[in-house]
């Protein structure tokens, strides 16, 4: 059974910076596909930012481009976010996720495990 957990949520204002971490456990963290995703209240899940398994390959959503860097180190089981120049419509719960397999795409049928969410806030 795979777990995720995630940690490094938080308040912050605006223009501030937070750092996501989500440990993983259960298969071969180093063959999938992570990802980030969030859901903002009265909003649907969105996609975030996603990684191959080997970290060389990364993908992100349009208005987070240039802002946050996913990155992941296999010899320890995690995936990062890092999160600089926070706006307020960044606030959601953040999720990690693993991919079906060692690239995905930004669909949320294409990731079979889930964390169980992290907070994210920003406001001055």
């Known amino acids: 059974q795979v777990q995720l957990i995630e940690s490094g949520g938080g308040s912050v204002q605006p223009g501030g910076s937070l750092r996501l971490s989500c440990a993983a456990s259960?298969?071969?963290?180093?063959?999938?596909?992570m990802g980030w995703f969030r859901q903002a209240p009265g909003k649907e899940r969105e996609f975030v930012a996603r990684?191959?398994?080997?970290?060389?390959?990364?993908s992100y959503t349009d208005s987070v481009k240039g802002r946050f860097t996913i990155s992941r180190d296999n010899a320890k089981n995690t995936v990062y976010l890092q999160m600089n120049s926070l706006k307020p419509e960044d606030t959601a719960v953040y999720y990690c996720?693993?991919?079906?397999?060692?690239?995905?795409?930004?669909?949320?049928?294409?990731?079979?495990?889930w964390g169980q969410g992290t907070q994210v806030t920003v406001s001055s």
């Open positions: 996720t693993q991919g079906r397999r060692g690239w995905v795409g930004a669909e949320i049928p294409e990731y079979d495990y």
């Open positions: 990684i191959s398994y080997s970290g060389r390959t990364t």
């Open positions: 259960g298969r071969t963290f180093g063959s999938y596909a």
